[in-house]
Nanobody
Framework: QKEFVETGGGSVESGGSLRLSCRASGFFVDEYHVGWFHQAPGKEREGLSCISATGNLQKHTEAAKGRFTISKDGAKNTVDLQMSSLEPGDTGVYYC?????????????????WGKGTLVTVSS
């Protein structure tokens, strides 16, 4: 069974940082493009950052540019999202997801499967 498990969520003050980790089981992160998504309370899930299967390509949406960094560790079979300069608007559940199409890796419609998410709360 292929699945992701996200960890690293928690509570942080505005301006703070968190590092989220997504561990894959049942497959290798080098087989798929992996993205991180954010769902704020009452809003749709939106893409943040994605890293290609080979690890040599990345893309970030406007919500993530300049603040978030994505990386992968093939030996640990993980994809991490380092978040900095967090704001209350970053509060919500963060999910990682796998896709076969790099062109859609920050687009929820392109996702093959999702992790269960980890909650981040940013206080002002």
């Amino acid at each position: 069974q292929k699945e992701f498990v996200e960890t690293g969520g928690g509570s942080v003050e505005s301006g703070g940082s968190l590092r989220l980790s997504c561990r894959a089981s049942g497959f290798f992160v080098d087989e798929y493009h992996v993205g991180w998504f954010h769902q704020a309370p009452g809003k749709e899930r939106e893409g943040l950052s994605c890293i290609s299967a080979t690890g040599n390509l990345q893309k970030h949406t406007e919500a993530a540019k300049g603040r978030f960094t994505i990386s992968k560790d093939g030996a640990k079979n993980t994809v991490d999202l380092q978040m900095s300069s967090l704001e209350p608007g970053d509060t919500g559940v963060y999910y990682c997801a796998a896709t076969n199409m790099y062109s859609k890796c920050v687009n929820a419609s392109g996702v093959k499967w999702w992790g269960k998410g980890t909650l981040v709360t940013v206080s002002s």
